[in-house]
């Protein structure tokens, strides 16, 4: 089955600084992929809907030049959290739908703590 | 960005018995779907649900996709302790995207 692989699983990073997480479709291409962010006992909020050679679109209340969205190729999506603050620390984590049928598959997630 | 209210919030039940949980939502959806996560992990796709009236079963778990297609019910028969975890409801209108349940959160007795 699909898989997608999330790197790094955590990262503890000093505030000011920024980290950059990487989405990977391993054995499919996939020209959209979602980032969404999870506080402790919450559910998923999507952030923005990265597309593959072009701009991703952001949800509303997600500030684009805070969370940085890069699609460069069919596999790879990143995701760059830049002047983390302590209230930045969440669980990222992404998904990705092979083209070809409608299943979303999810990576492992990353744990962010900025302190 | 859009969410959907799933109930219960939680279940504290006992090993053997059966659970139903449901996700609804203000705007009719074209495709429903159930995960489960585990605590630090992504979540797993469980049941895919695709046209209204659909009922579709994964081994022991059953979701059905309502009629209105505002709403979707899950049901775990004969529950076991690795049922344990969260589990999320995700619908999806005309975008690409989907947006995510409030989550229930499962705990089996043995």
């Known amino acids: 089955g699909a898989v997608v692989s999330q790197h790094p699983s955590r990262v503890i990073c000093k505030s000011g600084t920024s980290v950059k997480i990487e989405c990977r479709s391993l054995?499919?291409?996939?020209?959209?992929m979602f980032w969404y962010r999870q506080f402790p006992k919450k559910s998923l909020m999507l952030m923005a809907t990265?597309?593959?050679?072009?701009?991703?679109?952001?949800e509303q209340g997600v500030e684009k030049d805070k969370f940085l969205i890069n699609h460069a190729s069919l596999t790879l999506s990143t995701l760059t959290v830049t002047s983390a603050h302590p209230e930045d620390s969440s669980f990222y984590i992404c998904?990705?739908?092979?083209?070809?049928?409608?299943?979303?598959?999810f990576g492992s997630g990353t744990r962010l703590t900025v302190v | 960005g859009q969410q959907l209210n799933q109930s219960p919030q939680s279940m504290f039940i006992q090993e053997g018995e059966d659970v139903s949980m449901n996700c609804t939502s203000s705007?009719?959806?074209?495709?429903w779907l159930w995960y489960k996560q585990d605590p630090g992990e992504g979540p797993v796709l469980l049941i895919a649900?695709?046209?209204?009236?659909e009922l579709t079963s994964n081994g022991r778990l059953t979701a059905q996709f309502g009629i209105t297609r505002k709403d979707s019910f899950l049901n775990i028969s004969a529950s076991i302790p690795s049922d344990v975890g969260i589990y999320f409801c995700?619908?999806?209108?005309?975008?690409?995207?989907?947006?995510f349940g409030t989550g229930t959160s499962l705990t089996v007795i043995p």
């Open positions: 998904s990705a739908r092979e083209a070809a049928n409608y299943g979303y598959t």
């Open positions: 054995d499919f291409q996939a020209t959209t």
């Open positions: 990265s597309n593959e050679g072009s701009k991703a679109t952001y």
């Open positions: 705007s009719i959806f074209n495709t």
């Open positions: 649900l695709y046209k209204a009236g």
């Open positions: 995700a619908g999806r209108g005309t975008g690409n995207q989907f947006y």
